[in-house]
């Protein structure tokens, strides 16, 4: 419980550390530091065994000011409306600093998915639903898988939401199945977008990116499109991954030392994200321990595990020689560690800039609904290049300019646009 209340207390906190920097009022800032509304219910659920289980479910919209509240929703059993306040406030920021028109919210259910049947799952999402259709929909909030929840999930969700309003409503939820509604191009997109901001930053430090390596922490979604993109977009050479195995319950890093093949490794790999060692051994690769990822003498490190990764201790590892943190995973860098990399003229990509992809693809789901009409992969891949190259440079141009910080700035460009569209809309 302490810990999902900090997420919370961290969030208003950076929040409060820019609106000073920012000079912001503070009759905006008592506005912005809260959800603009949360809902709270509980999904009655007929189990299979027979009997009902009741579970918690949540809804944060933190802010609407510049289009819909856009999200995920997590089934996890240790949720709380804290952990879910602190996503919402951080997906306001996210959706406004790559200036896509929608706002922050974010949701979950108390439950281990994994205990429960596909029925019950379905049963679950439905009712998850049937609590707050009336609340959500394309032009009021628009939810999306996270942690715990599927495409298919999302399908579910999609066609309960239809049969409740009474009309085919695919731009109600993003992260659909393809031929359900989905994007082509959504699997690749947060791990691309790390890339494209990774390119932009190359460029800004005159690194000539087929010379430099890279070291990665996590081998999930976001990793390997990363992974695979720095090596056929970027051609570096990544050095190694790191996972958490399933079997041993531990993490390794996964290394070669003329560079891994991405591709290959993701084909020994499973839908969590663990790797067959037996066969990377068969092929030539080492395993290595956990922490080896982050002591690797890399130009480049991609966090796109977890949160909290480079702290205190670990941050004391990192290799002289790394010129640039990509954050691919959401918080990995502590206050202090980041301090560190700061002071030793790191140049990090933040998190909600850096994996903003991901979001950027639900948006353009959301349009091709709208539309019923479908863009090819390489048209998503396009317009996501666009809107990562742009969010980047234009974060880029106030660090710059004001000699600030690039997390520091991101948060400005982010906080200055919401309150912007505020003005606009005459609230403030
Ligand atoms: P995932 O579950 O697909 O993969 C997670 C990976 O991390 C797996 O390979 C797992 O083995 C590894 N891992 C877990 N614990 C580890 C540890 N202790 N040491 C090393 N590796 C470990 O998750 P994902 O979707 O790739 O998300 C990764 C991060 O990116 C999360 O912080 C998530 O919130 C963030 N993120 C994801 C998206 C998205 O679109 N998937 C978008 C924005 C942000």
Redesign the pocket.
């Known amino acids: 419980m302490a810990e999902m209340t900090n997420a919370f207390q961290m969030a208003q906190q950076q929040f409060d550390e820019v609106a000073e920097q920012l000079n912001l009022d503070p009759d905006v800032r008592e506005i912005l530091r809260w959800p603009t509304r949360e809902f709270r219910f509980q999904v009655p659920v007929r189990m299979d065994r027979g009997g009902i289980r009741t579970f918690q479910g949540f809804r944060v919209q933190h802010s609407d000011v510049r289009g819909p509240s856009k999200g995920g929703i997590r089934f996890h059993s240790s949720e709380t409306i804290d952990t879910v306040r602190a996503l919402a406030m951080w997906m306001t920021w996210k959706c406004a600093v790559v200036d896509i028109p929608l706002g922050g919210g974010k949701g979950g259910v108390v439950v281990d998915p994994a205990t429960l049947t596909p029925a019950e799952k379905e049963r679950l999402c439905r009712g998850w639903v049937g609590q707050i259709y009336r609340n959500i929909g394309p032009r009021q909030d628009v939810p999306a898988p996270d942690v715990g929840t599927t495409p298919q999930m999302m399908g579910w969700m999609m066609d309960e939401y239809s049969k409740l309003v009474g009309e085919y409503s695919p731009g109600v939820i993003t992260g659909k199945p393809l031929g359900g509604g989905g994007s082509l191009g959504r699997t690749e997109?947060?791990g691309f977008g790390v890339i494209y901001t990774l390119r932009e930053a190359m460029k800004h430090l005159k690194l000539d990116s087929t010379k430099t390596r890279a070291a990665f922490?996590?081998?999930?979604?976001?990793?390997q499109y990363a992974a695979i993109g720095y090596h056929r977009f970027l051609g570096g050479t990544v050095v190694c991954v790191?996972?958490?195995d399933r079997d041993d319950r531990t993490?390794y890093t996964v290394s070669k030392q003329d560079g891994i093949d991405p591709v290959f490794l993701q084909s020994i790999t499973d839908q969590?994200?663990?790797i067959n060692k037996d066969q990377a051994r068969q092929a030539g690769y080492q395993i290595e321990s956990?922490d080896a990822w982050i002591e690797k003498d890399v130009d480049v490190l991609v966090p796109?595990?977890?949160?909290g990764q480079i702290n205190e201790q670990s941050v004391q590892k990192v290799s002289a020689k790394v010129k640039i943190v990509a954050e691919?995973?959401?918080g990995p860098t502590t206050p202090e560690a980041d301090e560190v990399l700061k002071k030793n003229g790191v140049f990090v990509i933040p998190d909600f800039l850096c994996?903003a992809g991901?979001v950027t693809v639900s948006y353009f789901e959301g349009v091709q609904n709208d539309m019923n009409y479908y863009w090819p992969k390489v048209e998503v891949f396009e317009k996501l290049d666009q809107k990562m190259t742009s969010a980047f440079n234009s974060v880029l141009e106030l660090s710059e300019g004001e000699h600030v910080y690039m997390r520091d700035a991101a948060y400005m460009v982010a906080i200055g646009r919401v309150v912007k569209a505020m003005e606009l809309r005459g609230w403030i």
């Open positions: 997109a947060t922490q996590g081998f999930g979604n976001v990793s790191s996972y958490w993490s969590y994200g663990s956990a796109a595990a977890l949160e691919g995973a959401n994996n991901g």
